[in-house]
């Protein structure tokens, strides 16, 4: 009896494989959205000026060439741009599918809605 239902929790607890590679195409898309759209941002916050970004940002000085051109701005730029796309995402997640609380999890507190008689 308690094999079988170790059997069960385990079954339920297996994550079906195909899951895992939703989630590789989701870093891969969204990294690379991410990547282009720190591009676009760049480029129109040259033409536009909705960001102030200094020339040292941009050109850092004492950084290898590769650095050069913004792209240090545009690897921190995709970065941040992942971070609210993942964030953004996760709270969408959360609220349609909220977690259920477990056979091995408390239940919440019972409280009572009087209050208590404060002392002084």
Do not use: H
């Amino acid at each position: 009896m308690f094999s079988q239902q170790e059997r069960q929790r385990k079954k339920k607890r297996e994550l079906n494989p195909a899951w895992r590679g939703v989630g590789c195409l989701m870093v891969v898309v969204i990294g690379a959205l991410a990547w282009y759209f720190a591009g676009w941002f760049l480029t129109a916050n040259s033409i536009n000026q909705w960001v102030f970004l200094p020339r040292e940002a941009i050109n850092p000085p004492g950084l290898p060439a590769f650095f050069g051109g913004g792209m240090l701005v545009r690897i921190i730029m995709t970065i941040l741009a992942m971070l609210l796309s993942f964030t953004i995402i996760n709270f969408i997640y959360a609220v349609a599918l909220p977690l259920k609380p477990g056979e091995t999890d408390v239940p919440p507190l019972k409280r009572d809605r009087r209050r208590r008689s404060s002392r002084r």
